[in-house]
């Protein structure tokens, strides 16, 4: 019999969510299967009428190449406690399910990140409706998973800057600091920075001294380098310190300025002429990476493949070159920072890039 799934994307936009929803809605239609793409995540679905739109196969084609998420997508507002107009916090979780059988959906597909993933199961236990997940971040912290969606292009994008800034670095004889997003994970740092020939990285799971980094860029004058790159993640703290934060208008709390703390002590200390450069939302945007498209792909036509057989409550993931399904309570349980053993984090050492330590 024909079913009717929902798709939705939660949290931070990143490249590779269109791609992902084409290749499930072509999968589905496969099965002659309905997509409804619901907008804005669980928001689409509270909303009364809910918020949803039939995707046509025929007209999926061009979210390949496209950035962002047709979709829509947010990353606030916890529909256990909603904040509503009147200040107040709400549950809305009753009116989320309201509108998924408003709806006539057989499963919904999540495409989201761990803190995303866990409010769509929360929800999905508590409203009685079919959940399979695609894990999404440029963080790529979801665990379980080695890859997830929207990482790869990250790191292109932050390996690019790399490699521009090598070339005004080297012109002006200066120290460049490249901030990179990747929250409470040094992923999208440790790669870039091994891809972009960054001579410092610096990374949230291995606390960093300012005195040795600047005994470093000095060790590097004395060898007659004449510039430096140094690439730290935005959750990137002292052995004293603590990850650097701002809380803006709204009161929420936001990761971000470690590259320009680390840019004052140096340039504090007359090491070098010193700059930062703050990549933050270019790499969420932009065309998304052949590999992304790829996994988007896979992770799709697996998402629509596991409703078919009806294994919920599960999540595709990327392991030793296959997509296979594991319990989402599996992936939300192990949150996935680099590890300090780890391939790249030796590799990294191998070729005398510093780590701050
Ligand atoms: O989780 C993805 C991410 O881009 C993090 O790397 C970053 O800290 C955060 O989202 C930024 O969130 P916002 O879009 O709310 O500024």
Redesign the pocket.
Known sequence: MGKRIGILTS??D?AGLNPVIRAVVLRAAEYGWEVMGIRQATQGLMADPPQAVLLDPKAVGSLLTAGGTVLGTT??GNPFAFPMPDGTLRDRSEDISRGYHQLGLDAIIGIG?DGSLAILRKLAQQGGWNLVGIPK???NDVGVTERSIGFDTAVNIATEALDRLQFTAASHSRVIVLEV???DAGH?AISAGIAGGADIILIPEIPFSVEKVCDKLKERQAQGKNYSLIIVA??ARTETGTAITTTDSLG?C???GIGQYLTEEICQRHVAETRVTVLG?V??GGIPSPLDRLIASAFGVAAVDLVAEARFDHMVTWQNRKVVSVPIADAIAHYQAVDPESTLVRTARGLGIYLGD
Do not use: P, V
Request: hydrophobic share 25%.
């Open positions: 949290g931070g990143c990353n606030k990140g971040t440029i963080d997003m990747g929250r999208i935005e959750a929420q936001r990761l971000g939302h790499q969420r």
